[in-house]
């Protein structure tokens, strides 16, 4: 059974990867998680200075998901540099940056900075978290800044450049597109859905932010959607994630459309998932005499 | 390269024995040999099986066993998650997940005149820093009313004052009133409870110069450290996350007062 992938140029050696932000650098999570066994480790997003986030309370558990508002807490690239990826290099698994800025500018620092090392195999621009007031979002949800700064990183990327895009758009293959068009080599998605909780005892909201992205099982459908929507309206590969927790959901994706897929809110109800996906998967692909797992992409019928 | 990997896990648990012992707070036995490498003031991430309630409660150690395969939960029930809990019985399986967090620091008592104060659910776990302490022990608990959980565990194992709210037993008001009415004095502190509680308690030990070690606590997501959920701000840069934030989960849940901002 062949169970690898490829996307721009870089061979995965399974579909499996962790949806940035839930996973940290991979650090924590090994000692529940074999990380050799993974197609890849995508890095909680990183930027050119550290960042504090935002005030606590930053998550809620809302039914079948949960909210987060950490706002993009991170120690900055220097100590990524010099810490999370030699620890990183000790496995046998791809190494996906995710990057985030406030500015154009801010985000090709921290591109560049990756440029430097060739154990990171790709980036993934985080344009779509709903939890910072600058730059990021804004940089997602209007087509036309999604195509200005894609091609700004390009300009400046020397690893190929996945587009992390928001559900929080009228038209995602619309947006899709305009990843596609200024030359990123994936895009992944979804990240959260904008989302609110208030707490009716104390009369207040769950979050300091008020609002945070929904993640988890109860996302699941309107991932599945979307990742159907992008994968039908690019030729370039979708990396699908939104409420995955075991091998038959993360089926669903590839055969959404999604050439690899991402497990996230799910890391926290077992820090095992990731490793029970990618063996779901092979499962599934017994059952059914898959040969190839590129096979199952996009595969959907009627 | 290939790093080779010692794997923790999610466990399945069993229920050895649940009783309420107070109304909503409910103390459970759980057979696990999590025991063995457990300290005072780490904690477990149970999980409920409604998968509508998907995050772990994380719910701190009240007691070990002698046997190293048990320990005891005390907690109260707050929602879903918990409601969940108090309804498993003798033989039922539960879902945890630990030791986690770095626990009281023990050695930093010996042969010292100590505080353990704790104030409501924040009580259970003194039981097992008094068991373990070295210590001339003055445990200071603050209950709501004469509901007085852990009573009998607490004074086998130190000197027990009580605080109560509404003033039905013990001292009337809460554990610095009980302190400044008994007169009583500590080189060191630990404690748990809320947070207008842990303020007053960091305050009183910086105006009389002694260390606190005050556990804290903070809506989680993951438990071990990764989502960066339940941070707490500290005083100076962060060694791990190299801002002013630390891991309530990982870096905590115990902290000298002074290094965070409460």
Request: hydrophobic content about 40%.
């Amino acid at each position: 059974m062949n169970t690898q992938i490829t996307i721009g140029g870089v061979t995965f050696k399974n579909p499996v990867m962790t949806a940035s932000g839930t996973f940290g650098s991979g650090m924590e999570y090994s000692e529940f998680v074999d990380l050799n066994k993974l197609g890849a480790v995508v890095t909680k997003g990183v930027a050119n200075v550290p960042w504090p986030g935002n005030p606590t309370p930053r998550v809620a558990e809302v039914y079948g998901g949960m909210l987060n508002a950490i706002g993009l807490q991170n120690p900055g690239i220097d100590v990524f540099m010099e810490r999370d990826i030699p620890f990183l290099k000790q496995f046998d698994t791809r190494i996906i940056v995710n990057v985030c800025g406030k500015t154009v500018e801010d985000y090709v620092a921290v591109v560049e900075r990756l440029g430097e090392e060739p154990a990171v195999s790709m980036l993934e621009i985080n344009v779509s978290c709903p939890n910072v007031k600058e730059g990021a979002i804004a940089f997602g949800q209007k087509a036309d800044a999604l195509y200005g700064i894609t091609q700004e990183i390009k300009r400046h990327a020397r690893q190929p450049v996945i587009m992390k895009l928001s559900p929080n758009v009228t038209d995602i293959a619309e947006m899709a597109r305009a990843a596609e068009a200024a030359g990123a080599d994936a895009v992944s998605l979804i990240n959260t859905i904008t989302g609110m909780k208030i707490d009716i005892h104390r009369r207040r909201f769950a979050l300091a932010n008020k609002t945070g992205g929904l993640s988890g099982p109860a996302i699941k459908p309107v991932a599945v959607r979307m990742v159907y929507q992008a994968a039908q309206a690019v030729r370039i590969p979708v990396i699908g994630m939104g409420g995955i927790a075991d091998g038959e959901d993360a089926i669903e994706f590839l055969l959404a459309g999604a050439s690899a897929v991402s497990v996230g809110a799910m890391n926290f109800v077992d820090p095992c998932t990731t490793a029970e996906v990618v063996k779901g998967i092979e499962r599934y692909m017994e059952q059914y005499h898959v040969e190839n797992l590129s096979d199952l992409i996009g595969a959907v019928e009627g | 390269m290939r790093k080779e990997c010692k794997m923790k896990r999610k466990e399945t648990a069993k229920v050895l024995s649940q009783r309420e012992i107070a109304p909503g707070i409910y103390d459970m036995w759980i057979g696990t040999r999590l025991a063995a490498e457990a300290r005072p003031g780490q904690f477990l991430c149970i999980y409920p099986r409604d998968k509508s309630t998907l995050l772990p409660r994380p719910i701190s150690i009240c007691e070990l066993g002698e046997d190293a395969e048990s320990l005891r939960v005390v907690y109260r029930v707050a929602g879903r998650g918990t409601g969940e809990f108090a309804g498993y019985r003798q033989g039922e399986p539960v879902s945890v997940m630990g030791p986690l967090g770095n626990g009281f620091p023990l050695e930093k008592a010996r042969g010292k005149k100590v505080f353990l104060m704790g104030g409501g659910i924040g009580i259970p776990p003194l039981l097992e820093l008094a068991k373990e302490l070295e210590a001339e022990k003055q445990i200071v608990a603050g209950y709501r009313d004469d509901k007085l959980f852990l009573k009998e565990d607490l004074q086998k194992h130190g000197r027990l004052y009580i605080a109560t709210e509404d003033g039905s037993a013990g001292i009337r008001g809460n554990v610095m009133d009980a302190i400044r009415e008994c007169g009583l004095q500590a080189d060191l502190i630990y404690a748990c409870g809320p947070m207008p509680m842990l303020r007053a308690i960091k305050s009183y030990a910086q105006e009389a110069g002694i260390p606190a070690y005050i556990s804290l606590e903070e809506h989680m997501a993951c438990g071990v450290g990764a989502c960066l959920g339940c941070v707490v701000k500290t005083g100076g840069v962060h060694h791990h996350t190299n801002v002013h934030n630390a891991r309530i989960c990982t870096d905590g849940p115990v902290f000298e007062a002074g290094e965070v901002e409460i």
